[in-house]
C-alpha cells in the first residue's frame, strides 16, 4: 500500500523570506537602541575632553575624563562605600512612596470626594521644592536614614499619584459596561481590569520615580549625612576637590541609570501586551 509522506517541517513559499527579513529587522533595531547611546556617550566625552584641553581649564574647575576615570579606579573603596547607603535609602525611598502613592490612587478612584479634597491637596505639597521640605523632615525624623527615605519617597510619590489614577481610569468603557452587565463586584473589575488598563502608566511613573529617588536620597544627604554619595558630592567641593567631585556625580548617575534600566525589564516582563517601542 503507498503511503504520502507529508513534510511538516517544510515552510510554505515566501515564509522563509518574510522570516529572514523580520529577524534582519531585529538585528538593525537591537543594533541601533545600543550603538546610538553608546554613539552619544562617546560624543559627549569627546566634547568634554576637547573643551577642557582646549580651552587648558584648571582640574580643580573641571578634570578631564581621563582624570575622573583613574580618580574613580583610584578611589573605588570610597565610592562604592559611599554608594551603597545612597542606594538603600533610593530603594526604600522608591518602594514607600510608590507603594503610598498606588494604594491613594486606588482609592482616589473608588471614591470621587476623597479624590477632589486631597488631591488637590498632594498638588500643593509637590509645588513645595523638595530642599524646601528636606529641612523639615530632618526635623521631624532626625538625621538618621529615615529622613533620607522621606525625601525620596515625596519625591516619587507625585509622578506615580498622577499616572496611577489617570490609568486606572483608562479602562475600555465598552469592557466595563460589560463587566457591569455579568454584575461583576468592584474588586473583580479592579484586578480584572482596571489593573491590566493601568499598568502602561504606572511603569511610565516608575521610570521616572526610579530616577528621581536617588535625587532625593542626594538632597536628603546634603542637609544632614556623613555617609553617601551627597555627603561625599559636599566634601568634595568644600576640598575643591574637583575629580572626586565628578567621580561621586558619576556614580550617581550609574545608579539612576541602573534603577531605569531594572524597572524598564520589569516592564517587558510584565506589560507584554504591549508593542515594542521603537522609532
Known amino acids: 500500500m503507498n503511503t504520502t509522506t507529508l513534510d511538516l517541517s517544510a515552510a510554505p513559499p515566501g515564509q522563509d523570506a518574510d522570516l529572514d527579513a523580520h529577524r534582519a529587522h531585529l538585528r538593525r533595531q537591537l543594533w541601533r537602541t545600543r550603538a546610538m547611546p553608546a554613539l552619544g556617550v562617546f560624543v559627549l566625552l569627546f566634547l568634554w575632553w576637547a573643551i577642557v584641553e582646549g580651552l587648558k581649564v584648571k582640574p580643580f574647575i573641571a578634570p578631564s575624563p581621563f582624570l575622573v576615570l583613574d580618580t574613580l579606579y583610584a578611589k573605588r573603596a570610597v565610592l562604592l562605600d559611599n554608594l551603597i547607603p545612597t542606594a538603600m535609602e533610593a530603594a526604600g525611598g522608591f518602594l514607600l512612596g510608590n507603594l503610598v502613592a498606588i494604594l491613594l490612587a486606588t482609592l482616589f478612584v473608588h471614591n470621587k470626594t476623597l479624590n ?7 498638588l500643593m505639597l509637590n509645588a513645595i521644592p523638595i530642599v524646601a521640605k528636606a529641612p523639615v523632615l ?28 489617570r490609568g486606572l481610569d483608562a479602562a475600555n468603557p465598552q469592557a466595563m459596561e460589560l463587566m457591569r452587565v455579568l454584575s461583576a463586584s468592584k474588586t473583580e473589575v479592579f484586578f480584572k481590569l482596571r489593573l491590566y488598563s493601568s499598568l502602561p502608566y504606572l511603569f511610565s511613573a516608575l521610570r521616572i520615580a526610579a530616577s528621581m529617588s536617588v ?22 567641593t568644600y576640598n575643591f ?25 520589569l516592564e517587558r516582563v510584565v506589560v507584554r501586551w504591549q508593542p515594542p517601542q521603537g522609532h
Not at 477632589?116 to 498632594?122: G, L
Not at 535625587?215 to 568634595?236: C, D, H, K
Not at 576637590?241 to 525589564?265: H, K, R
Open 241 to 265: 576637590d574637583s575629580a572626586l567631585l565628578y567621580s561621586a556625580i558619576t556614580m550617581s548617575a550609574f545608579l539612576s541609570g541602573s534603577f531605569f534600566l531594572v524597572i524598564a525589564l
Open 116 to 122: 477632589d479634597i486631597f488631591f488637590p491637596v498632594a
Open 215 to 236: 535625587i532625593g536620597a542626594v538632597v536628603g544627604e546634603w542637609i544632614g549625612s556623613t555617609r553617601g554619595i551627597g555627603a561625599l558630592i559636599l566634601q568634595a
Open 138 to 165: 530632618v526635623l521631624i525624623l532626625g538625621n538618621g536614614v529615615e529622613p533620607k527615605i522621606a525625601i525620596a519617597a515625596l519625591v516619587c510619590f507625585f509622578p506615580t499619584l498622577v499616572n496611577m489614577v
